[in-house]
Every structure is written in structure tokens, then in C-alpha cells.
């Protein structure tokens, strides 16, 4: 089984910083893209970012110059990097992955983990 398992999650304050985490299986983070989606309440989920295996990065026009994805591969992790934190980033943060970058990207991945709830206040 594809095992995506997220961390980091909590409340912060408006303007500040949180990191968030997600191990992976060791069996599918070389050859997967992995990323992260969002969701609010009465929102539709939404793309935050996504890494492909080789490295390339995409992210979504609201959080493009705030947030940062990265991947460790000797560690089997991703990690979301968010700065300048807005009330409108509080939803509930979602590692995923996927074979195709398209996939991740385009807001339908395969597997997902469970869910880690990032929380802004102001």
C-alpha cells in the first residue's frame, strides 16, 4: 500500500511561518510526484504545490513568493514550507501523489494521505 502520512499542522498567526511534513512508502517516493492540496470549509479543494521525482516545482498563483515544497529522498519525506501565512490558507492540507505530474497538478491525484489541519488566525 502507498502510505502519504502528513505532520506539522497547527495554528499560527497571520504573517508567520509553519512547516509542514509528509513521509511517504519508500516504494513509491522515487518514481512518484508528490504534492500538497487544500481544503476549506464550503471550498472546493484546491492545488498548492507539487515535486516531481526529478525535482521540478509548481505551485499555485496564491501562494507563489510565500510557500516552498522540497523533498528529502534519503529521508522519504516532502515538506511544505509556508511564510507570510494569510486567514485564507486555514483549510485542511493534504499530502499526495501520483506516476503523473499532470495528475497532482491539475488537482487528481491517486493517493492521498489523511489530512494535517493548518489553522491561520488573525
Known amino acids: 500500500q502507498v502510505q502519504l502520512v502528513e505532520s506539522g499542522g497547527g495554528l499560527v498567526q497571520t504573517g508567520g511561518s509553519l512547516r509542514l511534513s509528509c513521509a511517504a512508502s519508500?516504494?513509491?517516493?522515487?518514481?512518484?510526484?508528490m504534492g500538497w492540496l487544500r481544503q476549506a470549509p464550503g471550498k472546493e479543494r484546491e492545488f498548492v504545490a507539487a515535486i516531481s521525482s526529478s525535482g521540478y516545482t509548481d505551485y499555485a498563483d496564491a501562494v507563489k513568493g510565500r510557500f516552498s515544497i522540497s523533498r528529502d529522498n534519503a529521508k522519504i519525506t516532502i515538506y511544505l514550507e509556508m511564510n507570510s501565512v494569510k486567514p485564507d490558507d486555514t483549510a485542511l492540507y493534504y499530502c499526495v501523489a501520483d506516476p503523473a505530474f499532470r495528475k497532482v497538478a491539475s488537482n487528481n491525484p491517486t493517493y492521498w494521505g489523511r489530512g494535517t489541519q493548518v489553522t491561520v488566525s488573525s
Open positions: 519508500v516504494n513509491d517516493f522515487m518514481t512518484n510526484t
